[in-house]
Nanobody, 118 residues
Framework: VHLQASGGGLVQPGGSLRLSCAASGRTFTNWKMGWFRQAPGKEREFVASVTWNLGTTSYADSVKGRFTISRDGAQNTVTLQMNSLKPEDTAVYYC????????????WGQGTQVTVSS
């Protein structure tokens, strides 16, 4: 399984960014895909997840109403649309994949830097 994240960058507070994760190496039926982030000096934290089959989503409280996660089965991509960005959203963002029936994420992509600053 290979996960390739892209779309990070520098944005002003209140702006938007769209992160993409291209997933390859197998079919992802019954898997769950997620986005995590890690800010300098902090532990990695959960941001959002989506189930591949039904598209069921889950969000951290800190991003609810601002971020939207989605998946495209035809393109094998997972997207994180980030709106109303705040300086505290600054972090390296990682996409991850969890096998069916697994209790934790099994595969991780390389990070993409998101910086929110004026």
């Amino acid at each position: 399984v290979h996960l390739q994240a892209s779309g990070g960058g520098l944005v002003q507070p209140g702006g938007s960014l769209r992160l993409s994760c291209a997933a390859s190496g197998r079919t992802f039926t019954n898997w769950k895909m997620g986005w995590f982030r890690q800010a300098p000096g902090k532990e990695r934290e959960f941001v959002a997840s989506v189930t591949w089959n039904l598209g069921t989503t889950s969000y951290a409280d800190s991003v609810k109403g601002r971020f939207t996660i989605s998946r495209d089965g035809a393109q094998n991509t997972v997207t994180l649309q980030m709106n109303s960005l705040k300086p505290e959203d600054t972090a390296v963002y990682y996409c991850a994949a969890q096998r069916a029936m697994a209790s934790s994420y099994n595969y991780w992509g390389q990070g993409t830097q998101v910086t929110v600053s004026s």
